[in-house]
């Protein structure tokens, strides 16, 4: 089946921050030309580019932006050599404010992006540089201004939230200022500590290097007050959206939708297996030189996976996720304490009125705000109870980096 969704990864950073664990190649000069040889090796001989018509491309990473104008152009020329983009097509690029200026904006504006996801992270400049980024917080406003001059209304922006007390960063200004700037997406991702990262060594040797699971819930549940009140909708986990402005690409990974993906480290789905590229650049470089297959491994999606998949995913949108008679009584302590609300008539195992219980089913457990912060717990309950207590780990999803 042709793909309708294209993630493309770009690894290239020059340098890596102190929270990330992808799939990133570190380079004080980025090689474009061989990137892009190496990308239309790839995409030339992938079967599902074949005949597609595409509704969304994603480059991701990384930083997506360390390829400049022209390299933006030269990526999505390859794509279009082997299928084509939908005339109203979603094309999204993750970009670094200092990788933003006039000469790059127009050249992607002209070569079809239409929306850039910024890795702002923060607007105080202490904190960004405990982050390790390249930019200061001048480099954000000038950034969006930069975006809107070359044609880019649709602008994303990222923030980290959760970070230890010790900085002094204030979450609420660091709210205030994103909304100045009139985004039309919010991207709120709580700090974590993964292994082998900067932040990982320095909680190895006492650090504080993450706000306090308390802070964790105040800043979402502030942010969640914040955001909605102004008329964004909080519609999944991490994501937030004027009206109209949802991430499609994303989206179409939160339903199970079919997608393709090429880079280093890329997964694709064909709703059937899921499969993934090798990580390291320099080996999927090689790889393609000498004419070699770049997936590292793939997996058949058993129905205990689909089962897994299909909760957690339900579970992290504001849309929800279908739920049966026999699941009430699991989800009533939830209810009760504010954490979910279910809507409609729960379905039956049997025929309503004759019409089948696939049909009939309208019924939706959606979680509140705290209750996503609880997220884990209930879709570890449901998914037992549906296919059995072994299967309650999501396999892999599409990675990338969220600068």
Known sequence: ???????????????????CDFSIAVRSNTPVDEYITALRREVDGLAELESANLDTVYLGGGTPSRLGGLGINGVLTSVRDRATIARDA?????????????MAAAHWFAAGVNRVSLGSQSFDDAALKWMHRTHDSSQID??????????????????????PAD???????????????????????????????????????????????????????????MMTAV????????????????????SAYWTGAPYAGVGPSAHSFDGATRRWNVSAYSEWN???????????????LTEENRVVEEVYLGLR????????????????????????????????DQPINGVAREA???????????????????????????????????????SHCYI
């Open 231 to 250: 008329g964004f909708d909080h519609y999944e986990v991490s994501n937030f959206a004027r009206p109209g402005h949802a991430s499609r690409h994303n």
């Open 142 to 163: 000038r950034a969006v201004r930069t975006l809107r001059r070359a044609g880019v209304d649709n602008i994303s922006l990222d923030l980290i939230f959760a970070l």
């Open 167 to 225: 900085l002094k960063r204030s979450w609420e200004s660091d709210l205030v200022r994103a909304l100045d700037l009139e985004p039309a997406h919010l991207s709120l991702y709580g700090l974590t500590v993964e292994a082998r990262t900067p932040i990982a060594r320095w909680a190895d040797r006492g650090a504080t290097v993450q706000g306090s699971e308390e802070t964790y819930e105040e800043e979402f549940l502030a942010a969640h007050e």
């Open 317 to 348: 949108t504001r849309r929800g996720l279908a739920i049966h008679a026999d699941e009430v009584s699991r989800i009533e302590t939830w209810e009760s304490a504010g954490w979910a609300v279910v809507e409609g008539a729960v379905a039956s």
């Open 286 to 300: 090689r790889r393609l030189e000498r004419g070699e297959t770049v997936i590292a491994g793939e997996e058949l």
């Open 360 to 398: 009939a089913e309208a019924s939706r457990v959606r979680l509140t705000p705290t209750g996503w912060l609880r997220l884990d717990g209930l879709a570890a309950d449901l998914t037992a109870h549906r296919s059995g207590p072994a299967s309650t780990a999501v396999g892999p999803t599409p």
């Open 90 to 102: 979603e094309i999204t690029i993750e970009a670094n404010p200092d990788d933003v200026n006039d």
């Open 1 to 19: 089946m042709p793909a309708r969704h294209l993630y493309i990864h770009v690894p290239f950073c020059s340098r890596r921050c102190s929270y």
